[in-house]
């Protein structure tokens, strides 16, 4: 079982930055465990659909984003601290919903990695404001 605890969520001005941060934990959870493991962020706006936003993979550290994060987001990874990072900047008025990270203990590919129930693991979700 693992564990996935976001943090870093918040109110910011358009243009703005935030970095969401997501702990893994859990009984079972060994880094040799973790090496094969998909780490992902999806997001919820309001009256909207959860969204993929971004992946990497925690062994080789490849990175797959959104068309509409390309370029602004970047997702990445501290094997030490087991935590899975989104630096999110200049922010978007339409970035603003509940940040979701979701771990798959398994490679996912870019065919794959849209899909929700590929991910075995949930975090509570992080709220991001963005608004002037």
């Known amino acids: 079982q693992v564990q996935l605890v976001e943090s870093g969520g918040g109110s910011v001005q358009p243009g703005g930055s935030l970095r969401l941060s997501c702990e893994a934990s859990?009984?079972?959870?060994?880094?040799?465990?973790?090496?094969?493991?998909?780490m992902g962020w999806f997001r919820q706006a309001p009256g909207k659909q959860r969204e993929f936003v971004a992946i990497?993979?925690?062994?080789?550290?490849?990175?797959y984003y959104a068309d509409s994060v390309k370029g602004r987001f970047t997702i990445s990874r501290d094997n030490a601290k087991n935590t899975v990072y989104l630096q999110m900047d200049s922010l978007k008025t339409e970035d603003m919903a509940v940040y979701y990270c979701?771990?798959?203990?398994?490679?996912?590919?870019?065919?794959?990695?849209?899909?929700?129930?590929?991910?075995?693991?949930w975090g509570q979700g992080t709220q991001v404001t963005v608004s002037s």
């Open positions: 979701a771990a798959a203990d398994t490679i996912l590919t870019t065919a794959t990695m849209r899909m929700e129930y590929k991910y075995n693991y």
């Open positions: 859990g009984r079972t959870f060994t880094f040799i465990t973790f090496s094969g493991y998909t």
């Open positions: 990497i993979r925690w062994s080789g550290g490849n990175t």
